[in-house]
C-alpha cells in the first residue's frame, strides 16, 4: 500500500497456490498494481511501466501483448457515465494554478497571465494558493532544467531549453489525458523559459535548489539553514567516545534544527480527547533508547507512537538529513560529479561518518550504528539487544582507530564478513532436510485443497503444525539441528498428500 513514483510491473501473471500454475491477473489486480504510482504531496505524477516484448517471437510473447492491450480494455469497458476517466495531477496542477490567479486578481486575461508567469517569484511573494500552486509547477520545471543541463554538462541557450521542455512534455500523462494539452504546453514551456531568464537566473542557485529536493519556496529556507545544521553535524567526528546521553543529544539537536525548516518541522503527538501531549523529544529517546528511557508508551500508545516515529523520524527527518548530505556533496564535488556506492569519497564531502549512518540510527532505533549494521545486513541479528551485543565485539578490534575512523563502513562490513557470516553460513549448513515427514492430526479425505500454510509450536521435543488460525494439522518428532527462530525467518507448507512440511521461502 505504499505509494512510489514509478511501478515496474514485469509479468501480467502470478502464481496461484490453490491451482499450483500461474494465472493471468485481473482487471481489479492490475488496477490496484498501477494505482500505487504517484506520491501525493511529493511528487505531481506517478508512472506504471508494464514489460511487454517489443515484436513477439512466438506464441508466448504474443499472448503477453495481448493480456496487456485486453486489461486495458476491459478497464476502460469498466468505466460509466460518472467516471471522469483519465485524469492528470500536472494537467490538474496547471488549472487549479490559473483558477487560483484569476481568483486572486479578479482577472481572465490570458496575456496577463502570461505575463505573471513570466514576472512572479514564489520566494519574494507571500504565500497564497497562486504562489503555492506556481511554487509546485517550478519544482517540476526545475528539476527538468537541471536535469537537463547536467546531462548536457553545460547551460543551454533558450531555444534549445524551449525544444527539451516540449520533449519533456510530451512525455507527461498530461500530453496524453488532457484535451486541451497544447494550451497546456504552452504554459508549462513559457514559466520553464521564465524561471531560467528571470526567476532562478544563476545556474548554481537553481542547481543548489534542485538539490534539496523540496519545492523552491522550501528549498530556499532549507539553504538559508543550511550552514548552522552543517556546523552541528561537523561536530560529530568523536560520536563514539560520548556518554550515551551526549550521543542522544547530538542527534536530538540535529533533529532540533533541521525541524526549524518548515518541511520538515515537528509537532509533538497530541493527546486523545483531553490527553496530555507527548513531546516528539520524548518519543525520540524512546525510540533511540529504548529500554533505558524513562518514559515509554502504554500499551494503548504504542501503536500511535510508532506511527509518530515512522512520520517524523523515519521520512521526515531522514528526508531532510538526506537533503542537506545533498549539498554537501554537492558543494565538494560540484561538476566532477559524486559516485554514491564509493565510500572512499565520503571523507573529501568534509561531514563525519556518524553522518552517513544516522539514517540508519533512526530507522533501526538505536544509537549505535555497528548495531544498526547488524540489523540491517546480517539476517540472524533480529533485535536490537542482540545487535547492540554483537556490536561490542567490534569496537574491541577496533579500539586502536580514532572514534571517527572506527565508524568507517569498509572497515565495519569487512569485520562483519570475518566474524558474523561464516555463522550464517553454518546456520544453512545446519538445517533440516528441507522437506519433512509428518503424521496428520485430522482427516483430509474431504478437503478441497492438500496444500496448507502452518506454523511450527514447539513442545518438548514435538513440533505441532497448526493452520494460521490455531487449529492442529499435523505433528512431528522435532528434526535434528532444530533452531527456534527458524519459526520467525522461514514460511512452511503442508502437504497432506504427501504427508511432508516443506520450507518455502525468507518471511
Given at each position: ?282 518519543i525520540l529517546r524512546w525510540w533511540l533508547c529504548h529500554e533505558r528511557a524513562h518514559f ?44 554514491p556506492s564509493s565510500l572512499e569519497n565520503w571523507p573529501h564531502v568534509g561531514l563525519p ?70 555463522i550464517e553460513q553454518l546456520d544453512v549448513q545446519l538445517r533440516p532436510n528441507r522437506q ?72
Open positions: 500500500n505504499l505509494p512510489f513514483e514509478t511501478v515496474l510491473i514485469p509479468n501480467l501473471q502470478r502464481w496461484d497456490n490453490n491451482q499450483r500454475y500461474y494465472v493471468d491477473i485481473s482487471p481489479s489486480e492490475f488496477n490496484n498494481l498501477v494505482g500505487r504510482a504517484g506520491r501525493p504531496g511529493f511528487g505531481t505524477e506517478g508512472r506504471s511501466l508494464v514489460l511487454v516484448p517489443e515484436r513477439p517471437r512466438d506464441r508466448a510473447e504474443s499472448n503477453i501483448r495481448n493480456l496487456y492491450f485486453s486489461l486495458i480494455g476491459r478497464l476502460q469497458n469498466q468505466q460509466t457515465d460518472a467516471d471522469v476517466g483519465a485524469v492528470s495531477p500536472l494537467a490538474e496542477l496547471i488549472t487549479h494554478l490559473r483558477e487560483q490567479w484569476r481568483r486572486l486578481v479578479q482577472n481572465d486575461s490570458d496575456t496577463e497571465f502570461l505575463t505573471w508567469l513570466e514576472q512572479t517569484a514564489p520566494i519574494n511573494e507571500q504565500p497564497d494558493n497562486a504562489i503555492e500552486s506556481l511554487d509546485a509547477l517550478d519544482n517540476v520545471l526545475l528539476a527538468a532544467i537541471v536535469e537537463v543541463e547536467q546531462i548536457s554538462a553545460r547551460e543551454m541557450g533558450l531555444n534549445q531549453l524551449e525544444e527539451e521542455l516540449r520533449r519533456i512534455w510530451r512525455q507527461t500523462y498530461a500530453y496524453y489525458a488532457s484535451s486541451n494539452q497544447a494550451e497546456m504546453q504552452e504554459l508549462f514551456v513559457h514559466r520553464g523559459r521564465a524561471l531560467k531568464t528571470s526567476i532562478y537566473r544563476n545556474y548554481t542557485e537553481r542547481k543548489r535548489l534542485y538539490k534539496t529536493s523540496l519545492p523552491p519556496r522550501s528549498g530556499h529556507q532549507l539553504l538559508a539553514h543550511y550552514s548552522r545544521i552543517r556546523n552541528h553535524l561537523e561536530t560529530g567526528g568523536d560520536y563514539l567516545s560520548r556518554r550515551e546521553e551526549d550521543k542522544f543529544a547530538y542527534i536530538r539537536d540535529s533533529t532540533q534544527r533541521l525541524s526549524e525548516v518548515a518541511a520538515f518541522s515537528l509537532d509533538d503527538l497530541k493527546g486523545k480527547g483531553r490527553g496530555a501531549s507527548t513531546s516528539w523529544e520524548v515509554k508508551p502504554r500499551e494503548t500508545q504504542i501503536s500511535d507512537w510508532h506511527n509518530f516515529a515512522n512520520k517524523n523520524f523515519n521520512y521526515r527527518f531522514n528526508w531532510g538529513l538526506g537533503s542537506i548530505v545533498a549539498i554537501a556533496i554537492d558543494e565538494a564535488f560540484g561538476e566532477e560529479g559524486f559516485e561518518w556518524i553522518v552517513f549512518w544516522m539514517k540508519e540510527l533512526i530507522v533501526w532505533g538505536t544509537l549505535d550504528p555497528v548495531a544498526a549494521y547488524l540489523l540491517a545486513r546480517v539476517e540472524h541479528v533480529t533485535t536490537r539487544n542482540q545487535a547492540e551485543d554483537l556490536a561490542t565485539g567490534y569496537y574491541r578490534s577496533v579500539n586502536s582507530l580514532e572514534p571517527n575512523d572506527q565508524l568507517n563502513p569498509i572497515t565495519i562490513r569487512n569485520w562483519a564478513q570475518q566474524a558474523l557470516i561464516p519433512i515427514p509428518v503424521s496428520l492430526s485430522r482427516d483430509f479425505s474431504r478437503a478441497s485443497k492438500h496444500v496448507w500454510r502452518v506454523i511450527p509450536i514447539e513442545v518438548n521435543n514435538e513440533i505441532r503444525w497448526l493452520d494460521p488460525a490455531g487449529f492442529p494439522l499435523a505433528f512431528c518428532q522435532k528434526p535434528e539441528n532444530w533452531r527456534p527462530e527458524y519459526l520467525e525467518k522461514y514460511d512452511f507448507e503442508l502437504d497432506s498428500n504427501r504427508q511432508n512440511v516443506t520450507w518455502n521461502f525468507y518471511l
